[in-house]
Nanobody
Framework: QVQLVASGGGLVQAGGSLRLSCAAS????????VAWFRQAPGKEREFVAG???????AYADSVQGRFTASRDNTKNTLYLQMSSLKPEDTAVYYC???????????????????WGQGIQVTVSS
């Protein structure tokens, strides 16, 4: 059974930083694409950032240059370092992992099979 447990959210002022963590159990992350998504109030869930099984990264245009996704295989943990936060970054953030190894990276949330519990990030102006 794959489980993802996210942590690190909270309240921060605009311009501040937060780091989200997503600890995985039941599967080693290193052969799978992993990603972060978010859902703001009244909006659909959207792709934020991801780490490919080849350790490449991908970002939404809205966070490019401000957010950094990474993976620590020794800790089996996914991270999202968020800097220069804006009020529009306020959302519930989710980590996710695909079920199939060695596949091309995708930003489509329906292609991700296991999800963390969601963690609130609130950026005040």
């Amino acid at each position: 059974q794959v489980q993802l447990v996210a942590s690190g959210g909270g309240l921060v002022q605009a311009g501040g930083s937060l780091r989200l963590s997503c600890a995985a159990s039941g599967r080693a992350l290193n052969n799978y694409n992993v990603a972060w998504f978010r859902q703001a109030p009244g909006k659909e869930r959207e792709f934020v950032a991801g780490v490919t099984w080849t350790t490449g990264t991908a970002y939404a245009d809205s966070v490019q240059g401000r957010f950094t996704a990474s993976r620590d295989n020794t800790k089996n943990t996914l991270y999202l370092q968020m800097s220069s936060l804006k009020p529009e970054d306020t959302a519930v953030y989710y980590c996710a992992i695909q079920n199939t190894a060695f596949t091309p990276f995708t930003r489509i949330q329906g292609e991700y099979d296991f999800w963390g519990q969601g963690i609130q990030v609130t950026v005040s102006s």
